[in-house]
Each structure stands twice: as C-alpha cells, then as structure tokens.
C-alpha cells in the first residue's frame, strides 16, 4: 500500500473527497449531525470549563493549598455571620464570558510556574509573594474591581446596618471614585512583608 509520502495525488484526492457533497446524507442529516455534535461539544467545552472554576481545583495544587488557602480560611470571605461565602474563582476569575475566557487564558501561562517549581516551597512562595500580590492588584485595578462589585455595591450599602466609620469610609472612597482595591489589600490573603501603605 503507498504511502502518502510516494503517491503526492493523495493527499488531493483525500482533499477533494471531504470537500464533495455526501451521496448518501441528505443536507438536513449533515446540518442536523452537525447541531447535536456542536450542543455536545459545547456542553463538554462548558463543563470543564466550570471545573476549573471551583475551590477544589484551585486548591489541587499545594502552592496554593499549602500558602494562600490557610490564609483565607482566616477571614471574612471564608465565614462570616451571614453564611456567604467567597471562593477563589469568586474573587479571580470574571463571571461574563469573554472576560473570564480572557483571565483563563492568562492563567494558562500560571502552569508554567507549576512547571518549573517557581513557587513549590513556602520559601519561593514567599520570595515571589510581593510579585504575585502586585500582578493581581494590577488586574484588580485594571477592571474596577469588577469581580468585587459582583458581591459589593457602595449604593447598597445602608447607613444604619454598617457602622459609622467604615459607611464614612466607603462613602469618601465612592466621591473620591477610588475603587475596593485601593483600600482592601490584604483583606484575603496575608500582605507581602515589603508592603508600604501609601497611606500611612
């Protein structure tokens, strides 16, 4: 039997069989064929997708279980008196489709660094937490703080519910059109130790 490398014409002939009409399906067979394969691909496409959007994922890796996890579980977004609880994706990855397929593709580029053990030891998680913490602020600054203001609204908070300083706080912020990242570093995770705050 000849191989594709001694008969050129296959390659060809291969070409112009997938471009032919088929002689035995009807359009409507193809078209309806092609329908349910595209509904199943997309349900397949979606549900991974939706995989990689849950704290267990996030924490599967011990760089994270084993640095930022236990901080986490430390605070407000963990448990609170209301029973709300944020998860990773909450906080890191868009809800809208074209900013979250956007944000996972960037964090594509995160595998390298599993790759390569950049961060694999508490002590390289620490060396790079200041690069780290900075990269995501950045992000957070650049979006508005979108993925907070999924929970957060400075208009729906009450005067009465909140208390005094914080509702003064929030309302300066809000005619001032400073966003939830410029004040609330650290309010998830642990602050780099070369932290300054630029308002102390």
Same mark, same amino acid.
């Given at each position: 039997m ?8 296959f ?11 088929s ?8 078209l309806?064929?092609g329908?349910?394969?595209?509904i199943?691909f ?5 549900t ?9 994922? &996030?924490?599967? *890796? +011990? ?9 986490? $579980?430390? /605070? ?17 990855v868009?809800r809208d ?12 580029f995160?595998?390298w ?7 694999d ?26 993925? &907070?203001?999924? *929970? +957060? ?9 909140? $208390?005094a /300083? ?13 966003i ?10 642990h ?10």
């Open positions: 000849a191989s594709a490398n001694e008969n050129p014409g390659l060809k002939r291969c070409w112009r069989t997938l471009r032919r009409p002689a035995k399906l009807s359009l409507l067979t193809l309806v064929i329908f349910f394969s595209g199943i997309w349900g397949g496409f979606n991974a997708l939706e995989q990689t959007n849950s704290l267990e994922f &996030c924490i599967g *890796c +011990h760089e994270m279980r084993d640095n930022v996890y236990p901080e986490y $579980k430390e /605070t407000i977004h963990y448990s609170n008196r209301t029973g709300v609880r944020a998860t990773c994706p909450d906080c890191h868009p489709w074209i900013h979250k397929m956007q944000r996972k593709a960037k964090a594509s995160e595998v660094g599993k790759l390569t053990g950049s961060v030891t508490k002590e390289k998680f620490e060396a790079n937490r200041m690069r780290l913490a900075t990269d995501e602020w950045a992000r957070m600054k650049e979006s508005g703080s979108r993925e &907070c203001l999924n *929970c +957060h609204n400075f208009d729906a908070m009450s005067q009465e519910l909140q $208390k /300083t914080p509702y003064k706080k929030h309302m300066k912020a809000k005619a001032e059109g400073k939830c990242i410029d004040c609330h570093k650290g309010i998830a995770h602050l780099p130790k070369e932290y300054v705050d630029p308002d102390e």
